[in-house]
């Protein structure tokens, strides 16, 4: 009896063994299959488009046996025999799955012998551009813009309005694709561009479509106001605006003076008047109107003046004695930044000095036709002098010399002196009665003689 059960427990754990055995090698052979499979699928051949591939099956060739192959796991649209599948000039139709097949003519088996994977690269493509509606839109309507975009590696498509150069949407992907709905703007009027690329791109592919969108205009970001002109020089007045249909304009003065010395340049998104041998007369405000179906905008311009002041004009002198002379004078445009002026004597025949206090014009015409009078004391008795005028601005700018008169003063009497300075003009001077009253004498006594003393030298 112990000899039966000690031979019936040999006999189970060899059993044992044995069972441990066949699961261990059937379970390896199983976990080789299943990596074998993995391997299979994860085969992938990369061509470019237009290239020659030749792929082998992993399988040998009997002559029994039947080897083929099929695409996308279907025998209808591809079948091709032989244990090499061969492409020339391979096409982007060509991508895809391939199934190699072993058929068995004795056992009429059928097997899945490996899958192979093509990848055929070629540049991205725009097949198409549609906009959606396709009439034109409102300011604030919303838009779809459809690409049908095509490449491999999948390319980087962008939707963008090329007028404005403005990105609406983008990605990356392959086939028809959609924007976000976009909301149309005043100035998106203008071509609508879907580009792709990908890695065998050298500029993106491309296609356009027309888009329009209807507003009134308005000034195209900001614009200057301000143009600086010289007298005799060349300036422009330019207007760039949004607006669809593009708008009529219309340039005037606010003065409601007519507008000289310029041309009005229109073009479809901005307008121009060129300002061409400008007068001082030309200085001032000037507007633009512009105005279409869906409404009008009116902007105001200012040409500012700059540059050295007007020269004086008129010079004349009067009561001439033995240490001051009575000059008078008119004042031309200061340029737009207050002048004054200052009386220059001519010294060793080429060269002026600035004798006088500063003059200044403080008129509300900015200097134009203003008239002067000055007493300039302090000159030397029984001697030609030569006098003129300057005047300099607050630019800094002086004008030219204006001509000189020259007379000779009186002998001294007694040796005294007289240095009073007198301003009668547009600016206002404290005076004091009694010369106000010394003033008026003298003034009679002047007109009584100015056939003899008054000299006009223009």
Same mark, same amino acid.
């Given at each position: 009896m112990n000899r039966f059960n000690n031979c019936l427990k040999q006999f189970i754990m060899i059993f044992l063994v044995w069972i441990c055995i066949v699961l261990s090698v059937s379970t390896q052979v199983s976990l080789q299959q299943i990596i074998s499979d993995l391997d299979?699928?994860?085969q992938q051949i990369y061509v470019d488009e237009g290239g020659d591939i030749s792929v082998q099956c992993n399988t040998t060739e009997l002559p029994d046996k039947a080897i083929y192959w099929t695409k996308n796991k279907t025998h209808t649209t591809f079948h091709r025999d032989g244990i090499f599948l061969n492409f020339t000039r391979i096409n982007r139709t060509d991508h895809g799955q391939y199934i190699c097949h072993s058929f068995d003519n004795k056992t009429h088996v059928l097997t899945e012998v490996e899958t192979v994977m093509i990848n055929v690269y070629y540049k991205a493509e725009v097949k198409s551009i549609r906009i959606h509606p396709q009439d +034109?839109?409102?300011?604030?309507? *919303?838009?779809?813009?459809?690409?049908?975009?095509?490449?491999?590696?999948p390319p980087q498509w962008r939707v963008r309005n090329n007028y404005t150069k403005e990105l609406l949407d983008s990605a990356r992907g392959s086939g028809p694709l959609i924007t976000r709905s976009i909301k149309g703007k005043c100035g998106d009027t203008g071509p609508i561009v879907c580009e792709a690329n990908n890695t065998l791109n050298k500029q993106p592919a491309y296609m356009t479509e027309n888009f329009t969108v209807y507003c009134s205009p308005r000034p195209s970001g900001n614009y200057t106001n301000v143009s600086i002109g010289y007298v005799g020089g060349q300036a422009f007045l330019i207007m760039n605006l949004l607006g669809y249909p593009y708008p009529n304009y219309t340039w005037s003065r606010d003065d409601g003076q007519p507008i000289r010395h310029a041309t009005q340049i229109d073009y479809p998104s901005? *307008?121009? =008047?060129?300002? %061409?041998?400008? +007068?001082? #007369?030309?200085?001032?405000?000037? #507007?633009?109107t512009m105005e279409n179906a869906y409404g009008n905008f009116t902007a105001q311009f200012?040409?500012? +003046?700059y540059g050295a002041p007007e020269t004086p004009f008129n010079l004349n002198y009067s009561d001439v004695t033995w240490n &001051?002379? !009575? =000059?008078?004078? %008119? &004042?031309?445009?200061?340029? @737009?930044? !207050?002048q004054y002026f200052f009386i220059r004597m001519l010294? @060793?025949?080429n060269s002026y000095t600035t004798i006088s206090n500063s003059i200044y014009d403080n008129s509300s015409s900015? @200097?134009?036709?203003?008239?002067?009078?000055?007493?300039?004391? @302090?000159?030397?008795?029984?001697?030609d002098i030569t006098l003129t005028v300057q005047s300099v601005n607050g630019y800094g700018y002086r004008s030219r010399i204006l001509y000189s008169v020259t007379?000779?003063? =009186?002998? #001294?009497?007694?040796? &005294?002196?007289?240095?009073?300075? /007198?301003? /009668?003009? *547009? %600016?206002? +001077?404290s005076v004091s009665v009694v010369g106000i009253a010394a003033w008026m004498v003298a003034y009679v006594a002047y007109k009584r003689k100015r056939k003899s003393t008054y000299h006009n030298i223009n």
């Amino acid at each position: 009896m112990n000899r039966f059960n000690n031979c019936l427990k040999q006999f189970i754990m060899i059993f044992l063994v044995w069972i441990c055995i066949v699961l261990s090698v059937s379970t390896q052979v199983s976990l080789q299959q299943i990596i074998s499979d993995l391997d299979v699928f994860k085969q992938q051949i990369y061509v470019d488009e237009g290239g020659d591939i030749s792929v082998q099956c992993n399988t040998t060739e009997l002559p029994d046996k039947a080897i083929y192959w099929t695409k996308n796991k279907t025998h209808t649209t591809f079948h091709r025999d032989g244990i090499f599948l061969n492409f020339t000039r391979i096409n982007r139709t060509d991508h895809g799955q391939y199934i190699c097949h072993s058929f068995d003519n004795k056992t009429h088996v059928l097997t899945e012998v490996e899958t192979v994977m093509i990848n055929v690269y070629y540049k991205a493509e725009v097949k198409s551009i549609r906009i959606h509606p396709q009439d +034109a839109i409102l300011e604030n309507d *919303t838009y779809f813009v459809y690409c049908d975009v095509e490449g491999n590696p999948p390319p980087q498509w962008r939707v963008r309005n090329n007028y404005t150069k403005e990105l609406l949407d983008s990605a990356r992907g392959s086939g028809p694709l959609i924007t976000r709905s976009i909301k149309g703007k005043c100035g998106d009027t203008g071509p609508i561009v879907c580009e792709a690329n990908n890695t065998l791109n050298k500029q993106p592919a491309y296609m356009t479509e027309n888009f329009t969108v209807y507003c009134s205009p308005r000034p195209s970001g900001n614009y200057t106001n301000v143009s600086i002109g010289y007298v005799g020089g060349q300036a422009f007045l330019i207007m760039n605006l949004l607006g669809y249909p593009y708008p009529n304009y219309t340039w005037s003065r606010d003065d409601g003076q007519p507008i000289r010395h310029a041309t009005q340049i229109d073009y479809p998104s901005f *307008t121009v =008047l060129n300002m %061409t041998e400008i +007068a001082v #007369s030309d200085f001032g405000y000037y #507007s633009v109107t512009m105005e279409n179906a869906y409404g009008n905008f009116t902007a105001q311009f200012q040409l500012k +003046a700059y540059g050295a002041p007007e020269t004086p004009f008129n010079l004349n002198y009067s009561d001439v004695t033995w240490n &001051s002379v !009575r =000059l008078y004078w %008119t &004042s031309g445009f200061d340029m @737009g930044s !207050r002048q004054y002026f200052f009386i220059r004597m001519l010294q @060793g025949g080429n060269s002026y000095t600035t004798i006088s206090n500063s003059i200044y014009d403080n008129s509300s015409s900015h @200097g134009v036709g203003q008239n002067w009078t000055y007493l300039q004391t @302090g000159l030397k008795s029984d001697t030609d002098i030569t006098l003129t005028v300057q005047s300099v601005n607050g630019y800094g700018y002086r004008s030219r010399i204006l001509y000189s008169v020259t007379f000779h003063t =009186l002998p #001294s009497p007694n040796g &005294s002196r007289d240095k009073t300075k /007198i301003i /009668i003009g *547009t %600016t206002v +001077a404290s005076v004091s009665v009694v010369g106000i009253a010394a003033w008026m004498v003298a003034y009679v006594a002047y007109k009584r003689k100015r056939k003899s003393t008054y000299h006009n030298i223009n």
